[in-house]
């Protein structure tokens, strides 16, 4: 089972709202570093670092929808794509010129890039598709529980947020809303008011499941954390940015509620721009809320 397979199981999330959050992705963006699109700006963009061909970058988007939606697994995508780059002369190292420095560049894509690309992409759609789910639900689900894989893989600041419990509108899932990194594997759950009167989780493990084994118990950390910032500069714009400890920069963000951003956005463009008598009718029905 591939990683974004497992990812939408744990979340047992159907996978419409990924599949919306990633079409809403469809401003294909040329970018020569990651850091080119920082954070909400995935609300509405897609990009691959140093893939400087929009046909390219369309195709690459459109494959990982129909994946997300049932359509491709993993494997298919990752056959399909290896042999677009390959006969547009991308596979493989490619030298490219980077217009913010004059600079001719490698860039390479073989197995492994391909793979963190698709997870990634994955990953964060489910993440945004999952953050709608919750809001819908936090009327009879008000409180979210981080978890962990709970192995020797995991870092060691998202241990400790390991089954920590906050509201649902709390300022800490802004910032910590899984993936918070490349290639983590943590989630949230939501939960109903008596299962956090409860204080306390199940935990069962593998074979003790399938058995019926009682598991142990384990209490929920319902106090905030103190999250440590540290300083880290965007090397494309020399801006000082303060991120999180324990959140890889560039994924300390919500897609989700980058998502919602993005389209409000882009409905007030869209209204700012409109005929003045349709503009406001729009906005009396209630259409300029982007929900």
């Not at 870092?155 to 290639?183: C, I, M, S, Y």
């Not at 324990?246 to 463009?269: H, K, T, V, W």
Request: glycine share 8%; net charge positive.
């Amino acid at each position: 089972m591939s990683a974004a397979s497992e990812f939408a199981q744990l979340h047992k999330l159907t996978p419409e709202g990924a599949v919306a959050a990633l079409q809403a992705r469809g401003q294909l963006s040329v970018s020569y570093a990651w850091q080119d699109v920082w954070q909400e700006e995935h609300g509405l963009q897609f990009t691959v670092s140093r893939l400087a061909r929009l046909d390219l970058l369309q195709a690459v988007h459109q494959a990982i929808v129909k994946s997300v939606n049932g359509d491709l697994t993993r494997k298919d995508w990752m056959d399909d794509i290896e042999a677009l780059l390959t006969q547009a002369g991308w596979w493989g190292t490619k030298a490219v010129t980077d217009p913010a420095d004059g600079n001719v560049k490698l860039t390479t894509f073989d197995p492994a890039r391909l793979r963190l690309i698709y997870d990634t992409n994955t990953r964060q759609a489910y993440a945004a598709g999952l953050w709608e789910r919750v809001e819908r639900a936090k009327r009879t689900h008000p409180y979210l529980r981080y978890i962990t894989r709970r192995d020797g893989r995991v870092r060691h600041e998202h241990a400790a947020w390991d089954n920590l419990v906050l509201p649902v509108d709390h300022p800490f899932w802004k910032t910590h809303w899984p993936p918070n990194g490349w290639r983590c594997r943590c989630r949230v759950m939501s939960m109903s008011q008596a299962e956090y009167d409860r204080g306390y989780s199940i935990e069962r493990q593998g074979a003790e499941r399938d058995a019926g084994a009682q598991g142990v118990y384990k209490r929920f950390n319902t106090q905030e954390p103190v999250v440590p910032l540290r300083e880290y500069v965007n090397p494309r714009t020399g801006e000082v940015l303060h991120v999180p400890e324990g959140i890889d920069p560039g994924f300390a963000y919500n897609p989700g509620q980058a998502r919602q951003l993005a389209m409000r956005q882009q409905i007030q463009s869209k209204l700012a721009a409109a005929v003045p008598a349709l503009g406001q009718a729009a906005r009396d029905a209630g259409l300029n809320k982007g929900e």
